[in-house]
Structure formats: structure tokens, C-alpha cells
């Protein structure tokens, strides 16, 4: 993948199983989130991608525009990172949400939309939302909205979600409920996932693999237990090493990356 003749990602050779969970992980820059916007095909015209991205047999890459807008948003579905950025800030939750059914179910009625909505609002755990389906953005704290977030993208059941570092902006406790809440619907909807962070020990909650990037490469990639047990590249030990512990000597500084 480069831009304007520059690489950006090389070499990247990454599967995910179904309903299995992998977490792809670096510090800012390494290519996480242009990996993620290559497989929903969503970079602009400058951007050039080769190789393949193969999705439940098919081709993405060879897709015509009509065709990969049909499997976005509707097999394969993403979280972006600040909600607060992707919600229009001028339109109800409720019927942001219904703008992604109606996409894919133009045969839907007015009150089945509705129905379709709700339920995704229920299954994030986001309360009294038939009462509250015409309020906006802001009247909500971050983390709902990182969970009408989430509910968009699962309104039509996906069985790809990819979700682009979706605690990074919430504080511990809401970080928490937020991947408890992911881990669930991953069981309860049988959803593949790709889990991006640049935090570790977020991704050791929700990832049965993990690939470690670095300057558009992918340096390391193992089971989760294995690579924390038993890193192999330096770059991961940094990692590790960059996080700060109930043990951590505060005497002495963390790991430089």
C-alpha cells in the first residue's frame, strides 16, 4: 500500500478465522488504521493498494463500487475511534442508525427500521432509547456514544467488524465496559473481528491473536498468551515494556520505542 509513490504498508499477510478475533497492534503511524480502511476500501484516489483482500471468497479488491457498498456496512462493518467525529452532530442517534439499515433494506417499513434500530441500541446496552431515538450526539457522555457507534455497525449483523481503536478516547472505566460489551457481542452474534490499538493490554481482553506492526510491517504475530509470555522481537518487548505496571519501578524510566 503507498501514497503518491511512498509505501506505507508492506508485505502485510494477515487471516482471521471466523468468529475468531485479531488484534492488530503498533505504535501511531505504523499503518493500523490505512490496514483497516484498505479492507472497507475507503481510502481516497491517492492511495494505491496491491496484492489481494479476500473476504468470504471473494475479492474485495475487484469489487466494482456498487458491489463493495453492498458488503459495506452490512458484512463487513467498522468502529471508528472518536464518535464524537463520526456522528453528524446535527442529526438523531436514532435516525443515524436508520440510515444504516435503510441502505440495505430499502424493503423495510418505517416501523420496521424502527424495531431494527432499537434492538441494536438494546443489545449495547444503551438505556430508554425508544424515549431518547430523536436526541443528538452531544446530549449523550462518550462512551454512548461509542456505543451507538457500535450499534450502527452492528444493526445488520456483520460478520466482519473491525473496530479502529474504539476505547482510545474514553476513560478506564468506560474503556472497560466498552470491551466487555464488544466481547459479548463477538459470542452472541458469532462476529469475526479485527481489533486495532496501540495498547496492549486492551487488546489482550479481546484478541485471540495478535499481530505486532511497526513502520508498515508487521514485526511479530502469535496467540495472545505467546506473545506476551514469550515476545519474540525486540519492538514487542518495548511494548510491554512502554506499560507501566502495579510493579513497575517508578525510579526507573519505561521502555523507549
Known amino acids: 500500500m503507498s501514497f503518491g509513490g511512498l ?15 485479531l488484534g492488530l497492534v503498533g505504535e501511531s503511524g505504523s499503518g493500523k488504521s490505512i490496514t483497516a480502511l484498505a479492507v472497507m ?9 496491491e496484492g489481494s483482500i479476500r473476504f468470504d471468497g471473494a475479492e474485495l479488491l475487484a469489487l466494482d463500487a456498487e458491489s463493495m457498498r453492498k458488503r459495506r456496512g452490512r458484512e463487513i462493518a467498522i468502529v471508528f475511534q472518536e464518535p464524537m467525529t463520526a456522528l453528524n452532530p446535527v442529526m438523531p442517534v436514532g435516525e443515524q442508525v436508520a440510515e444504516a439499515v435503510r441502505a440495505h433494506h430499502r424493503e423495510y417499513s418505517r416501523r420496521q427500521v424502527r424495531e431494527a434500530v432499537l434492538e441494536a441500541m438494546n443489545a449495547v446496552a444503551l438505556p430508554d432509547m425508544a424515549r ?6 452531544h446530549q449523550f457522555s462518550g462512551g454512548q456514544r461509542q456505543r451507538i457507534m457500535i450499534a450502527m ?23 472497560k465496559q466498552i470491551l466487555e460489551l464488544l466481547a459479548g457481542l463477538r459470542e452472541r452474534f458469532g462476529l469475526t473481528m479485527l481489533f486495532i490499538s496501540h495498547d496492549l493490554a486492551v487488546v489482550s481482553q479481546v484478541a485471540d491473536r495478535v499481530a505486532v506492526m511497526r513502520h508498515g510491517i508487521v514485526v511479530e504475530e502469535g496467540s495472545c498468551a505467546g506473545i506476551f509470555r514469550e515476545p519474540e522481537h525486540a519492538y514487542t518487548r518495548a511494548l510491554l515494556g512502554a ?3 502495579m510493579t513497575t519501578d517508578l525510579d526507573k524510566p519505561l521502555a523507549v520505542l
Open 153 to 175: 455497525a452492528i444493526v445488520n449483523r456483520p460478520r466482519l467488524l473491525i473496530a479502529d481503536e474504539p476505547t482510545t478516547a474514553l476513560d478506564v472505566t468506560v474503556q
Open 7 to 21: 509505501a506505507a504498508v508492506r508485505g502485510l499477510n494477515l487471516s482471521i478465522d471466523a468468529g475468531a478475533s
Open 41 to 49: 476500501r475507503l481510502l481516497d484516489a491517492t492511495a494505491k493498494v
Open 243 to 245: 506499560v507501566p505496571t
Open 132 to 137: 431518547r431515538y430523536s436526541d443528538y450526539p
